[in-house]
């Protein structure tokens, strides 16, 4: 069936998805190799697929670290420093090599994360293997155009050194993906800003890593009153202010609260009474037993919310947040604020709401089923760079795969 190199970065939202994505991949005769952080690399062997660590777990932490400040103003300059911090010309180059290495002429497919696996692009330039682009979000499809011009400015000197390592032209523009996907369903899409030129297959549910429930939180999920399940991902990029207001609103309501945050620092001192802290929690299992989820909007959460039937209210701020909210409030189906109305009062109100009006329970496809099926049907009319037409650079998978049909006739 063929070699599928996975390239993704980020937290669980962004790196889960592509781990079982790269699971049913397996189930289905593919090679499967996930290049990814190397705190996944456990979780991703588990499961028998091939492990390429971009950067060791202190690297991973530090960077994490080192996002916030991300959130802060527009300048550009801010990104260059980000990369050369932390060592991200180098990674894309290790990543490029590793795909390189592992490329089967006529037979590999790179499915990468939306807008940050560049070294994905650099491979259907560069190697002519076939390159899948996967949104997590509808934002990433948004931003692709400020994202181009980011490449093309502050960061164009440090990717031409990259390109050049490739064996690449350094000043070309990037490509684009032979094929673009979304991992949410399309009434989501239609909720916003619609992501034209993307195949939607579903949210991907990607979250179901078994683990004891805490007995601490066990008792209270099965406690007389639900709590409040609070989360902000398993990230930093976040506001600074998100877990000391999300504990005041829970406390104004005078609701028990089960705080949900991987990193001990982050956790707001001293804690009210009724609020328990646990680092981790199997929210595809656990959530049913929550009065309602107060969280930051990350997709991955408004997933596994809707499909648990668990009321949510959601205090978004940066990156995909805002629209990912707007989109479940357009739908009816949330309660959210913005940071600047992040008021215990208004948060309680919007918890009290949430718990009293309850939320249906949505049926979900599975959206990674449908992303294997594009995936293979693109498998089909790839190319290689030792077979078939060559073929412009820059076409999409629809065109590129017209345009293979007529050049093919002619020979």
């Known amino acids: 069936m063929g070699t599928k190199l996975l390239v993704t970065h980020g937290t669980d939202g962004d790196v889960l998805p592509f781990v079982r994505l790269g699971s049913l991949l397996r189930e289905r005769g593919h090679d499967v190799t996930v290049i990814t952080h190397a705190p ?4 991703i062997e588990r499961r028998g697929l091939g492990f390429v660590a971009i950067d060791t777990e202190a690297e991973y932490e530090r960077q994490l670290a080192d996002t916030a400040p991300l959130l802060a103003g527009n300048r550009l300059d801010r990104w260059r420093g980000f990369y050369e911090r932390n060592g991200l010309f180098g990674q894309i180059t290790a990543e490029y090599e590793a795909i390189a290495e592992r ?5 590999t497919v ?3 994360r939306h807008t940050s696996a560049l070294s994905a692009l650099m491979a259907a330039e560069g190697l002519g293997a076939p390159a899948v682009w996967a949104a997590v979000s509808p934002i990433q499809i948004m931003a692709e155009r400020p994202a181009r011009h980011l490449y093309a400015t502050a960061l164009k000197s440090g990717l031409a050194g990259v390109r050049a390592a490739a064996g690449l032209d350094p000043v070309t523009p990037w490509g684009r993906p032979d094929l673009q996907l979304g991992f949410w369903p399309g009434w989501f899409d239609e909720a916003g800003a619609r992501s034209s030129g993307t195949l939607l297959t579903g949210f991907p549910l990607a979250d179901d890593r078994s683990f004891p429930v805490p007995p601490a939180a066990a008792e209270l999920l099965q406690g007389p009153v639900p709590p409040i399940v609070v989360t902000g991902g398993t990230g930093r990029m976040m506001h600074p202010a998100f877990y000391e207001r999300a504990v005041a609103g829970c406390a104004e309501a005078g609701l028990p609260a089960l705080l949900v945050v991987r990193h001990r620092d982050l956790v707001p001192r001293p804690l009210p009474q009724n609020v328990h802290w646990v680092p981790a929690l199997p929210f595809h ?21 809707l499909v648990s039937g668990t009321p949510q209210v959601i205090l978004a701020h940066g990156v995909d947040r805002p629209d990912n909210a707007e989109r479940l409030a357009a739908s009816g189906l949330a309660g959210w604020l913005p940071a600047a109305s992040w008021r215990p009062d208004l948060i309680a109100a919007l918890l009290h ?3 009293r009006t309850g939320a249906e329970t949505l049926t979900a496809a599975d959206g990674l089923a449908g992303a294997v099926q594009e995936i293979e049907r693109l498998a089909g009319t790839g190319r290689s760079t030792e077979q078939g037409p060559a073929l412009p650079p820059g076409l999409s998978g629809p065109r590129r795969a017209a345009l293979l049909k007529v050049l093919e006739a002619r020979r």
């Open 103 to 107: 490329h089967v002429p006529g037979g």
């Open 40 to 43: 996944y690399g456990p979780a």
């Open 285 to 305: 299992s656990a959530l049913a037993g929550a009065g309602a989820i107060l969280h930051h909007g990350g997709i991955g959460t408004i997933a596994r919310a």
């Open 110 to 112: 790179v499915i990468g």
């Open 353 to 355: 709401e949430a718990v």
